[in-house]
Each structure stands twice: as C-alpha cells, then as structure tokens.
Nanobody, 125 residues
Framework: QVQPVESGGGSVQAGGSLRLSCAAT?????MGWFRQAPGEERKTVAV????????YYSPTVKGRFTISRDNDKNTTDLQMNDLQPEDTAMYYC?????????????????????WGQGTQVTVSL
C-alpha cells in the first residue's frame, strides 16, 4: 500500500477551525485520523469506511469534527471546528485495504494500517 500524505495542520486560537486532508493514491477502503499529544498514547479520532461511508468518532470530538471522503480529489478529510487547547497534538492519517468481511475501525488501522508522517495541530487560548 501507498503511504498516505497528510496536509492542513497549523496553529489556531481556541474556537477556531482547521481542515486536514489525507491523500492516498491507491484509494484504500478504510481510512482514519489519529492523534498523539506529547507524553500520551496515540488515540483514534475518526474513522471512515470509504466504500459505504460509515463513520466512527471519538466521544471527545463528536459533534465538532467531521470525517469525509472526496473521491474527486482522492482524499479523506477531517474538518475540525471549535478547536480547544486539548486538541493540540500530532495528527496522523492511516489507511488499510480491508479484506472482504472486515470492519473498518481504529483497532484495524492501528494493527494493519499504513501511516502517514503526521501533521501538527496547535490550539492556543
């Protein structure tokens, strides 16, 4: 599988918005966004099955973040609204081409995903 490439990180004040984009040229059917803050474990943020467009969100971001698939651009994007300082982290995209019958999930991507290099998101008060 081709390594996905993230873009769109940056610095923003609390309450602001950012949009992250993940490009994976081989169009994997399971993609997701994860984040890791300094001293913490990597955590699932949002996951999408790009075939049926089912999604999962961490409770900490649900209602503020939206994961979506743009087939024209071949990207999986993460729209982040109402950002807070606790959202500050390195954000990673992961992708996997699932075997039929598998379920797209953070656990699957953590175990079998191909990872991007990450993009930093910093939210200040």
């Amino acid at each position: 599988q081709v390594q996905p490439v993230e873009s769109g990180g940056g610095s923003v004040q609390a309450g602001g918005s950012l949009r992250l984009s993940c490009a994976a040229t081989d169009s994997p059917n399971c993609m997701g966004w994860f984040r890791q803050a300094p001293g913490e474990e990597r955590k699932t943020v949002a996951v999408i099955d790009t075939t049926v467009l089912t999604t999962y969100y961490s409770p900490t971001v649900k209602g503020r973040f939206t994961i979506s698939r743009d087939n024209d651009k071949n990207t999986t994007d993460l729209q982040m609204n109402d950002l807070q300082p606790e959202d500050t982290a390195m954000y990673y995209c992961a992708a996997n081409q699932m075997t039929p019958g598998w379920i797209c999930s953070g656990a699957l991507l953590s175990a079998r995903g191909v990872w991007g290099q990450g993009t930093q998101v910093t939210v200040s008060l």
